[in-house]
């Protein structure tokens, strides 16, 4: 597309030069690693998680012609999915298209840095995969992992001139997840801060919110027509309960190593901050950690819904001068130690309504391998909310108390 702005205009940063050697692996690479480390788990049952029956039942009511959310406000596309592929596949099928759809996330990842002028995508987006709630949530009938399938490629639509595409893909993207939302709108102005891409912008912006509205209108019309769908639980406490409770599960879903990691890379990624205005990886991957962050201070719930702060995480390392292979190696592991085994520093006084943590240093089981063995327990159980999967599932971040 010819520039309309003068030459002056800042464009993005050049590529790095790659590391001596260094070729880095193709997407057939990331889709067969990412294949190895899912198929064990996608027969293991529907998974632990917690609206695993609600979403069955979503699924079974769109089949018969019918719906009403799993939970509020519904994630009517992945509700959609299950309810086309239950029936022929049960959990095998189900699972198996969500680890497709993690595949196609890692891949992106890769693609994407690449797209803003970053080299190593390939390990930055291994970094993504070896994370345990990214592992956990694309093997099971779960719909994190496809709103950030739909968002990873929706920005590679835009970012390729194709803004009708990629607002189809965001649409998909806030239908599989609401909160998705303020992730697409991190991305419009991460890439409109470059005013030659405003018109494009403005383009994916009107095809999308228009798509993501008709995905809830099933759940307005189950709310008798009105908003009453948009209402959530308040886990609102207070400003410190709040603050506690996010700050406890971010570092269970990142894990000790990874932040010691991140504390040596800290000052790298300061100086990211200097590239705002030209490099628009720094601006996404900032935005988007802040306005996950702030979301999660509000409702503190799942460990998963902080996947896409992991995301950006690794997006703010791979436009940081901390993008190098040995680096983003040691990044790959620090990530993947918390599957294996993890620190846990505190014990809460209620895991379901905390209100205080006691001091309890304990090493303990990761999180993948706790959630596998939870899912070969459970796997033979009717999903249900009432299931003690859950429970299994979280005892690394809060004990089996």
């Known amino acids: 597309m010819a520039s309309t702005v003068p030459e002056t205009a800042q464009a993005p940063?050049?590529?790095?030069a790659p590391t001596a050697g260094a070729a880095g692996l193709s997407d057939r690479a990331l889709v067969a690693v990412t294949a190895v480390v899912a198929l064990p788990l996608v027969w293991l049952g529907y998974g632990t998680d917690i609206d695993i029956a609600n979403v069955l039942h979503s699924g079974a009511l769109i089949r018969a012609g019918d719906y009403a959310p799993s939970r509020?406000?519904?994630?009517?596309?992945?509700?959609?999915?299950?309810?086309?592929?239950?029936?022929?596949?049960?959990?095998?099928?189900?699972?198996?298209?969500?680890?497709?759809a993690l595949a196609f996330t890692v891949v992106g990842v890769a693609r994407l840095v690449r797209a803003w002028g970053h080299a190593n995508g390939d390990l930055v987006a291994l970094a993504f995969l070896a994370s345990p709630v990214a592992i956990m949530s694309g093997t099971q009938t779960a719909d994190?992992?496809?709103?950030?399938?739909?968002?990873?490629?929706?920005?590679?639509?835009?970012?390729?001139g194709r803004p009708v595409v990629a607002g189809v893909l965001f649409a998909l993207a806030v239908g599989s997840r609401s909160s998705t939302l303020v992730l697409v709108a991190a991305f419009l102005v991460a890439d409109g801060w470059d005013r030659r891409h405003w018109r494009r912008g403005a383009v994916a912006l009107a095809v999308t919110l228009p798509l993501a509205v008709a995905c809830y209108v099933p759940a307005w019309l189950d709310a008798g027509r009105?908003?009453?769908f948009l209402v959530a639980s308040d886990d609102w406490v207070s400003v410190?309960?709040?603050?506690?409770?996010?700050?406890?599960?971010?570092?269970?879903?990142?894990?000790?190593?990874?932040?010691?990691?991140l504390a040596v890379a800290a000052p790298a990624l300061v100086r990211s901050l200097g590239r705002w205005g030209r490099d628009p990886?720094?601006?996404?991957?900032?935005?988007?950690?802040?306005?996950?962050?702030l979301l999660y201070v509000r409702m503190p719930w799942k460990p998963a819904h902080l996947?896409?702060?992991?995301?950006?995480?690794?997006?703010?390392?791979?436009?940081?001068?901390?993008?190098?292979?040995?680096?983003?190696?040691?990044?790959?592991?620090?990530?993947?130690?918390?599957?294996?085994?993890?620190?846990?520093?505190?014990?809460?006084?209620?895991?379901?309504?905390?209100?205080?943590?006691?001091?309890?240093?304990?090493?303990?089981?990761g999180w993948v391998l706790n959630d596998a063995?939870?899912?070969a327990r459970y796997m033979h159980d009717p999903p249900r909310q009432a299931s003690g999967a859950w429970s299994c599932t979280l005892a690394p971040m809060r004990g089996t108390g």
């Open 307 to 365: 996947l896409p702060a992991v995301l950006a995480l690794v997006l703010w390392v791979a436009a940081s001068d901390r993008n190098r292979r040995g680096f983003l190696w040691l990044l790959v592991a620090a990530v993947a130690v918390n599957g294996l085994v993890t620190f846990r520093p505190l014990t809460s006084d209620n895991p379901d309504a905390s209100r205080r943590a006691t001091l309890s240093p304990t090493v303990t089981v």
């Open 144 to 160: 994190f992992v496809w709103a950030l399938a739909f968002l990873v490629w929706g920005a590679l639509a835009q970012l390729r």
């Open 373 to 375: 063995r939870c899912r």
């Open 72 to 100: 509020n406000p519904g994630v009517p596309v992945v509700e959609a999915i299950v309810g086309v592929l239950d029936p022929v596949g049960g959990h095998l099928l189900v699972n198996l298209a969500t680890a497709a």
């Open 226 to 228: 009105t908003t009453g």
């Open 240 to 261: 410190g309960n709040n603050l506690g409770r996010a700050a406890v599960k971010n570092l269970a879903v990142l894990g000790l190593p990874l932040v010691v990691l």
């Open 13 to 16: 940063p050049p590529a790095p």
């Open 281 to 293: 990886l720094v601006r996404f991957a900032v935005l988007a950690l802040l306005v996950t962050e």
